[in-house]
């Protein structure tokens, strides 16, 4: 996944059909407020805040917050500049993964927003991974800081398949040696600096996926 979430533009497109009476009428009855501290991060975004709001609080369906993560990153494709907005939740049950993307279509400019949830104890891996220059002097000279950081987590679902035919290692050799090939689970991996996204916020991804580390292991 790496942090992006591929909708079918198809489903997009027959949403117009769609009669949303009823269903709108129970997600508002299942909306959660989201805490304040929250929601001010998001408005200081500036991405569309209004309506990750409303797709974070809708996922929640009646759950409270217990930990969080942003992550805003820009996209290039060609030469136009796309934002993705990544809001991380996890509650006393779930890891809510909320994807918020912008793009143009027919000359206007659209949103698109895709929500996940994940038991607990369905996640079965949660890395961080740090890049420390000057690593000799850690802990004694301000020069051995954190340059990169990033966080993956892998969850029990099998999002594709890839198969190849196996060989032998003979370019000569014409047997049928089958099929080789991997199983991918499902993840997300995000990347942080201090240089793009800023120290604190380093620091908070860190403390994040220490956390989750602690109640995933819990959960199991």
Not at 38 to 50: D, K, T, V, Y
Not at 57 to 70: I, Q, R, Y
Not at 78 to 99: A, S
Not at 169 to 197: K, L, N, Q
Request: glycine content about 6%; aromatic content about 4%.
């Amino acid at each position: 996944m790496n942090g992006r979430f591929d909708m079918p533009w198809r489903l997009l497109d027959r949403a117009a059909s769609w009669d949303d009476g009823p269903v709108s009428q129970s997600v508002d009855q299942a909306r959660t407020p989201l805490p304040a501290a929250l929601a001010a991060e998001i408005q200081s975004c500036g991405f569309f805040p209004e309506l990750v709001i409303d797709a974070a609080e809708t996922s929640l369906a009646g759950e409270e917050v217990c930990d969080h993560l942003l992550h805003l990153e820009a996209a290039f494709d060609n030469d136009e500049v796309h934002r993705h907005l990544t809001v991380i939740l996890r509650t006393p049950t779930r890891m809510l993964i909320g994807h918020t993307d912008e793009r143009t279509e027919g000359g206007r400019l659209q949103a698109v927003t895709a929500s996940e949830s994940i038991p607990l104890s369905d996640v079965n891996s949660v890395v961080l991974t740090r890049v420390v220059q000057n690593p000799d002097k850690f802990g004694k000279d301000p020069s051995a800081t954190t340059v990169e950081t990033w966080l993956q987590m892998t969850w029990r679902a099998v999002s594709r398949i890839e198969l190849e035919p196996a060989t032998c290692g003979d370019p000569m050799c014409t047997a049928d040696h089958g099929y080789t090939g991997t199983v991918s689970g499902d993840d997300i991996v995000i990347r942080m600096s201090p240089a793009a996204d800023g120290p604190d916020q380093v620091e908070r991804m860190m403390g994040f996926a220490t956390r989750m580390q602690v109640a995933t292991g819990a959960a199991r």
